[in-house]
């Protein structure tokens, strides 16, 4: 698809998944079935950190090229698969209790070694009610940012490279949001003590892997290619793509994008069954099945930029309820 690269497009349609979420329940009531939690989340979240930190303490007297390696290759995984877990704390999918969920949330942060997890739920929650708003969906690249990478098929490698630093960004052209309060202290404060500890204990190595294992997982690698899969407008004006490759069964379903901006309040093991028991509402929508394809696609197009983005004009109070307050549809997510 050819976009400008020197904008946005600019949609004049309301934000896209409101109103499918209420006809795909008339079509199929039955999807309220799969809104709830799933605890056994949390289980997964004590392993990942378990793991990530044990790896850590081996490496911290191997050579560097063991470190570098093991980063790329298993640490970006599990690394991925904790921010996933952040994701559904954030929507408090694994307990009932908000604090309970973020309280995980910040557990799954420790191996990432920079505190995000409480401001990403600030964000995060904005992105789903302002899908598009460039004043408060954090999702979207800034404008001096998506000019600053151009093009460039080495700047657009040196963007996902940095990416975890590029986000951190992102807030500066939002209104409306907090910066601080006591959770974000907490997050920070719990997450510093334990990148101390790690440095102290096992030295700069194992510290060194968990930063490594951060940047890949989110950066320049094949999971990176999930931050241009998700509303990256690649071959048509879809604003929302999933997709279904085999990298789903280990990051949790975070490839079912479409699906989770229709039921932000259904957990990630359900939501393969919402494109099966509605497959007219999916089968027909644009998707990808392979995250290394699209990432060595997004590096090599040079009509694909950070400007590949629809954003629109706010669209008010209608759209706010479905995230401020459980809809009548039951389905909207929860306060942030």
Known sequence: ????HTDFYHSDSDEPHRLRTKQILSDHPEIRSFIGKNPYSFVIIVGLVGFQLSLAMLLANQPWWLVLGLAYLVGAIANHALFVMIHECTHNLV??????????????????????AVSF??????????????????????RWEARLVGNS???????LLLFP?????????????????????????????LDVA?????????LMYLLLSLFFSIGLHPLGARWIQRHYLVDSLQETHSYYGRMNAFAFNVGYHYEHHDFPSVPWNKLPSIKRTAPTWYNTLSSHSSW????????????????????????????TARIESPSATGVGASPP
């Open 1 to 4: 698809m050819n976009t400008k």
């Open 95 to 116: 307990f009932k209790k908000r604090s309970l969920n973020i309280l995980a949330s910040i557990l799954a942060n420790v191996p990432l070694i920079v505190p995000t």
């Open 121 to 142: 739920r600030k964000y995060h929650l904005k992105h789903h009610v302002y899908q598009g708003v460039y004043e408060l969906d954090a999702d979207l690249p800034g």
């Open 153 to 159: 098929h080495l700047r657009k490698a040196l963007w």
């Open 165 to 193: 630093i590029v986000q951190a960004t992102r807030p500066l052209h939002l209104r409306g949001v907090k910066h601080v309060d006591r959770w974000i202290v907490l997050n920070i404060v719990v997450q510093l003590s």
């Open 198 to 206: 790690v440095y102290a204990v096992f030295g700069p190595k194992a």
């Open 292 to 319: 290394t394809k699209l990432l060595l696609r997004f590096l090599s197009d040079r009509n694909l930029t950070l400007f590949s983005r629809a954003v629109r004009e706010e669209t008010g109070d209608e759209n």
